[in-house]
């Protein structure tokens, strides 16, 4: 893996939990302007639009660059949609960072500590 597909997915991870947070927080914002006087929907709906959008941003530079297939690059999209899926998404872009550290470390034998960039 190369410095600019580590670049790319470690700014999806950094992006994939606070837009979870935004948008569990917009359901409750939601949920609060129906029930009581307090409405704080649009801002969170603007914080959650912006951590959103840059969601989508970090997503496609991701699956460019890493080649994701088309089901793995629909299931990070598909994460983003769905309340809590950040998390699920951030989990999954540690493991895959990890695994391909591993690949690199493991691709040159005898050079332990490595990595090939």
Do not use: Q
Not at 10 to 38: D, G, M, N, Q, Y
Request: glycine share 4%; net charge positive.
């Amino acid at each position: 893996m190369d410095i600019k597909t580590a670049s790319a997915l470690r700014r999806l991870r950094l992006v994939s939990a606070p837009e979870a947070v935004s948008f569990l927080l917009l359901l409750v914002c939601s949920v609060l302007k129906r029930t009581t006087e307090f409405n704080a929907v649009p801002v969170m709906g603007w914080v959650h639009a912006v951590l959103f959008i840059l969601y989508l941003v970090f997503w496609a530079d991701a699956w460019n660059r890493a080649k994701w297939s088309l089901k793995t690059a629909a299931l990070y999209f598909a994460l983003s949609v769905v309340p809590t899926g950040g998390f699920f998404a951030d989990r999954r872009l540690r493991r895959e960072a990890e695994d391909a550290v591993d690949a690199a470390i493991t691709a040159r034998p005898g050079e332990e500590g490595t990595v090939n960039a």
